[in-house]
C-alpha cells in the first residue's frame, strides 16, 4: 500500500496525465468540460482520507486508459446497469449534470455556435 505522500503525488501525476491527454485529443468545448470536471473532483478529494484516495485513484486510472484509447475507439463509454447501481445518488446526480453539460456542447457544436 502507498503512503499518503506517495499517493498525493500520484495523485498529482494522474491529473496532469489526464490534462495532457485531454489537450491532445479531446476538441476545444469537450476539453474546458472535461478539465473543469477533474480540476474539480482532485480539488475535492485533497482532504480525503487514504481509504477514499484508493478507489478514487484506481477510477481515474481507468479513465486515463480509457481516454488513451479514444483515437482508436471514440469518445464515451456506456456503463453497465450494475456500474450505474454501485453509484451512489451524489455520484448519479453528477453524472447526469456532466451528461447534461456535454449534450449541451455537442449541440452548440453541430448548431455551429
Known amino acids: 500500500m502507498l503512503t ?7 495523485m498529482a ?3 496532469r496525465q489526464i ?13 474546458q468540460l472535461g478539465d473543469t470536471y477533474v480540476r474539480d473532483e482532485f480539488k475535492r478529494h485533497l482532504s480525503a482520507e487514504e ?8 477510477e481515474w486510472k481507468l479513465y486515463l486508459a480509457n481516454m488513451r484509447l479514444q483515437p482508436i475507439l471514440g469518445i464515451g463509454k456506456n456503463l453497465a446497469p450494475d456500474e ?3 453509484l451512489s445518488e451524489e ?7 456532466l451528461r447534461d ?6 449541440g ?6
Not at 4 to 10: A, G, K
Not at 91 to 97: A, E, F, I, P, T
Not at 108 to 113: K, L, T
Open 19 to 31: 490534462l495532457r491527454t485531454h489537450r491532445k485529443q479531446l476538441p476545444a468545448e469537450m476539453r
Open 108 to 113: 452548440a457544436r453541430q448548431s455551429g455556435e
Open 84 to 86: 450505474l447501481l454501485d
Open 51 to 58: 481509504k477514499h484516495l484508493q478507489p478514487f485513484m484506481r
Open 4 to 10: 499518503s505522500l506517495s499517493l498525493r503525488r500520484e
Open 101 to 106: 453539460e456535454a449534450r449541451k456542447v455537442a
Open 13 to 15: 501525476s494522474v491529473y
Open 91 to 97: 455520484q448519479r446526480d453528477q453524472l447526469h449534470k
